[in-house]
């Protein structure tokens, strides 16, 4: 492997994958509350809030069937956790 292997991106490799591995990586957690769900082919799609220095950020997110076993967990008004990227903290994905 040479040094410009490090810099290139994969082809065959998923933007979504890659993005949400890097936040598992380098992200940091915080608390959010979920807004509403909306079924979607797949799943849900689960929207989401959290706030971070003052600010509030909105989110969504497709929530797996194999994911929505615990029904009250994804319920509009339920408290979550978050992961954000400490330098792009709009970047984020539920826990």
């Known amino acids: 492997m040479g040094l410009f292997d490090l810099f290139r991106k994969r082809s065959d490799a998923d933007p979504e994958t890659e993005r949400r591995e890097r936040l598992r990586e380098i992200g940091r957690i915080t608390d959010g509350r979920i807004l509403e769900n909306e079924a979607a082919a797949g799943g849900e799609i689960v929207f ?3 706030s971070l ?3 509030d950020f909105e989110s969504s997110e497709l929530v797996s069937e194999d994911r ?3 029904p009250l967990k994804y319920a509009p008004g339920a408290k979550i956790g978050v992961r954000y990227d400490p330098k792009n903290q709009g970047n984020s994905m539920l826990e």
Do not use: A, H, S, W
Request: charged share 20%.
């Open 48 to 50: 989401y809030i959290y």
């Open 53 to 55: 220095n003052g600010v």
């Open 68 to 70: 929505l076993k615990d």
